[in-house]
């Protein structure tokens, strides 16, 4: 495996969490990245952090127009496209008696849709590159969370999605993979309104020992595996769980 040196990155949710975090690791591997958000002042702090490397731009990538700016700044920055990481996502949690179809159609626009229009849009880059694509998916879909079916059903989507389309664009050298990571700090609860900060905090410390090796993880340690995953070039289709043995369903004595 090549390091990243060179590689020019788009990543969506760039602004925290898992985007955030996989920016600047690559970032420090000589990777020019890209950075997308709505949420400006995060993506200036982030893009500060990093220095010249990164670029960011202010984007809502549910919106055409936007994908396709985004996109264009992304090549720009990066002298092309190397690797597309589809990190942006939200979370919608109730119970199955209280689901409501317009949000559901919005997580599943967000966390499935948005991902899969600009991987086409990307793509005429991307077979020029002989890059890759890398999605995010979750450890929901393997351990059940009550009331996050809406949530889970996206990941569950983004797995099988993963495999289709490394099917399909393997003649063309483009590789898709994904990375299925176990409990991470990030924001997404937090922007959803189900936890504050601190009750954030209190939730992941609970879920540790769930974990095979007792701790959550690391967005750098996620970031690891999306860099191992970008430069692995006979690796395509694979769903690469890095989530700390949560989903083997630990039993406690």
Known sequence: MKSSNSNSVLITGGGSGIGEGTAKYLAKQGSRVTIC???EDKLIRVSN???SSCHYVVADINKENERERLLQEAVEHGKGLNALINSAGNMYRVPLEDLDENSLMDIFKTNVIAGMMLSKESLKHLKESKGSIVFISSVHTKRSFSGASPYAATK???????QVMASE????GVR?????P????SEINIRAGLFSK????????RLAPEHVLGRIGTATEIAEAIAYLIEAKW????????????SLGKIKD
Do not use: K
């Open 156 to 162: 569950g989507a983004i797995e099988t999605l993963t």
């Open 176 to 180: 898709v993979n994904c990375v299925s």
């Open 37 to 39: 958000g709505r949420s």
């Open 198 to 205: 601190e009750e954030n905090l209190d939730r992941m410390s």
């Open 182 to 185: 176990g409990a991470v700090i």
């Open 169 to 172: 664009l393997g003649e063309f």
């Open 49 to 51: 952090e990093i220095g």
């Open 235 to 246: 690796t395509s289709g694979a769903i690469l769980r890095v989530d700390g043995g949560l």
